[in-house]
Structure formats: C-alpha cells, structure tokens
C-alpha cells in the first residue's frame, strides 16, 4: 500500500539558514510525488512536483526538492529561508503501480521561519 | 479569476441534522475531490469524482454522499450530522484523474457538530 512520512511535526530555522522538510514515501509503482504548502486559514497551494527526470526539481518562491530512489525521500530545501515561509508543508504522493486515483497526504510539517 | 469556492467558510451545526457544502470551479476541471483535514492525520480522501456523472468512495467515506450532475459543482452532503464529523472540509479539483496532475484547493469549510 502506498503511504508517506514527514517525520517531523516541526521544523525550526532562523531567517536567512537554509531550510530542509523531510518527506518519505512507500510505493508499489513508480511515484508521483509532490509539495504542498498550507497558509493560516486556507486551503493548500502546489509548490512543486516529480514525475520523472531530474532528480532536482525546482518550484514556486525559491523551493526546490530531491527525489532519491534508493532512500524514498523527497525532502523539500530552500537555500536562505524567510520569515513568510513559515507555514505548514504537506508531502504527498500517488502511486503509479496501482492504477488508482488516490493521493496520500503526509500529516504535516509546521515550518517556523524566525526572524 | 476565482478557481474553486466553497460555501459556507463556517458553519455550527447540531448534531443529527443534514448539511451540504457547495463547491463549485471555474476550470473546467474533470476530476474534483473532498478531503477532510484533522490535526496530526493531514488530508483524507473523502469521495471523488472523475468526470461529470461519475463519483467514487475514497478513505472515509462513512457519513458522507457527493453527487456531480455537471462539470462545475461538487456538493458534499452529510445526511445525519455526528460529532467526529467536526473537521475542515477541503473540496480540490485536477485537470483529470491522471497522476501527474497536481490539484487546485478551496479555501475550506470549517464544520463543527455539536
């Protein structure tokens, strides 16, 4: 069955430090992994996604991602966090070996950014 | 350029009542999607749609019915309202159920049973 973690239920850096929310994924299939982020009262925005290709992938205001095959991670990174990044960040992922529908949402990672 | 609408953005209800959150999208978007968001179990896939006329269970399901009589419009309706339905409910949409697609969120609605 298909599954996520994000290991951490917060994450806390100083303005300007890079940044790293870790993210790991069970599959059957091939994975089709993506970041959300979650500002206070409202619904969630896509940052960035792996389909296939470069295992860097870059997205929306300065994140980036590596998909590692060998350790099932994709664990989000900024190079010099800002205090508007604080927010919560979800890891997600489908599965592309089932054939089904669903994706599988991470509980969530609280990221404080302080100034 | 609104994307998805939910309605309402709050809402108290008692318990045993029926109750129905609108969404509604301006994308032409096939598939739609409700989840729920509970502290500490991030989002669960209620029920789901893939195309206009079609529907499908997702995780939890219990409780819960959805209809999609047209393109745009993705009602949730909870027949009999019990308190763990008390939650922040989520309505998404994707530009069809293939799994590169990333999906658009509503801003929510926040439901409590009493």
């Known amino acids: 069955a298909q599954s996520v973690a994000q290991p951490e239920d917060q994450v806390n850096v100083a303005e300007g430090n890079p940044l790293t929310v870790k993210c790991t994924y069970s599959?059957?299939?091939?994975?089709?992994l993506f970041w959300y982020v979650q500002y206070p009262n409202r619904g969630l925005q896509f940052l960035l996604k792996?389909?296939?290709?470069?295992?860097l992938v870059k997205g929306s205001y300065g994140f980036e991602a590596e998909f590692n095959k060998s350790q099932t991670s994709f664990h989000l990174k900024k190079p010099s966090a800002l205090v508007s990044d604080s927010a919560l960040y979800f890891c997600?992922?489908?599965?592309?070996?089932?054939?089904?529908?669903?994706?599988?949402f991470g509980a969530g990672t609280r990221l404080f950014v302080k100034a | 350029i609104a994307g998805i609408t939910q309605a309402p953005t709050s809402q108290i209800l008692a318990a045993g009542r029926r109750m129905t959150l609108r969404c509604t999208q301006d994308?032409?978007?096939?598939?739609m999607y409700w989840y729920r968001q509970d502290l500490g179990l991030g989002l669960r896939l209620i029920h789901y749609?893939?195309?206009?006329?079609?529907?499908g269970k997702g995780e939890v399901p219990d409780g819960y019915s959805v209809s999609r009589a047209n393109t745009d419009d993705f009602p949730l309706t909870l027949a009999s309202a019990v308190p763990s339905q008390t939650s922040v409910y989520f309505c998404?949409?994707?530009?069809?159920?293939?799994?590169?697609?990333?999906?658009?969120f509503g801003p929510g609605t926040r439901l409590t049973v009493l």
């Open positions: 998404a949409s994707s530009p069809d159920r293939g799994f590169y697609n990333e999906q658009f």
């Open positions: 599959v059957s299939g091939n994975p089709y």
């Open positions: 792996y389909i296939t290709g470069d295992n």
């Open positions: 997600a992922v489908r599965d592309g070996g089932t054939g089904g529908f669903k994706t599988i």
């Open positions: 994308m032409r978007h096939n598939a």
């Open positions: 749609s893939n195309t206009a006329g079609t529907t």
